[in-house]
């Protein structure tokens, strides 16, 4: 049976301090990720996206309830253990790509590996490995200045994935893609996720981007709306995702 890699219970998340007028950015969400699962998470803005993200991935605490990840409960861990934690068990993409523009790729996919210490002798096939499984040995040497956007994104996709975290966590990665390299980056991710089992959370607004997922819940005023499951072929699982987003009145073709 397959274990969840992420599992959220009745979380609710409270921004300002008390007395300040308060309101619920999440207000109660459950849910479960399995291993080898590629979810979305989509819904109209302010509806709680970012937050739940952040959450999960230990940016931000949650105000009530509880996160399991691999098997930790993340919410009563401290910021030092949350940080060790961070950095060996997840992985994130970013709209920005946020490489660092003084070092190679190379250097910034295997950035990961020398804050954790691992020797350099141990980070070069690490970093090979990951690099042929998105397309982008022959520009190791470059530095981000020097390549296309989606070449920089599949970097950065790269340097996710190089420690080999539990999961794979997504803030709109496709966003600052151009249609033909956001289904490069979408297509290196449906093979990380279909041939070599990494977990994927991705938060998207985007319809097209959110195809690719096996599943996607869509929150609404910090609650679970709604729940849709890919059956059959992507284009129709498209026409499915832009329906509910109709439903939700956050229709975006
Ligand atoms: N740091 C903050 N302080 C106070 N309120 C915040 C903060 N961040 C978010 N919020 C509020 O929480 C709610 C959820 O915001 P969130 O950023 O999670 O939405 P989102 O779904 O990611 O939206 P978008 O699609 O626009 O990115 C919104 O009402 C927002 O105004
Ligand atoms: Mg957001």
Partial sequence: MKTPVVDVKNVK???G?????QSYALNGVSFSILEGEFVGIMGPSGSGKTTLLNV???LDKATEGSIHIAGSDITTMKQGALSDFRSQKLGFIFQDFNLLENLSIYENIALPLSLQGVSSRKIGPMVQKVAA???ITEILQKYPSEVSGGQKQR?????ALVHEPAIILGDEPTGALDSKN???LLEAMTNLNENHGVSIMMVTHDAYSASYCQRILFIQ?????????RTGAR?????EILDVLADLGGAKA
């Fill in 13 to 15: 998340k409270v921004y």
């Fill in 17 to 21: 301090k008390s007395g300040e007028s």
């Fill in 56 to 58: 999960i991935s230990t």
């Fill in 133 to 135: 499984t998105l397309r």
């Fill in 155 to 159: 970097c950065a996709a790269a340097r």
């Fill in 182 to 184: 956001a289904t490069s």
């Fill in 221 to 229: 005023d910090g609650e679970l709306y709604k729940e849709i499951h």
């Fill in 235 to 239: 284009e129709d699982f498209y026409r």
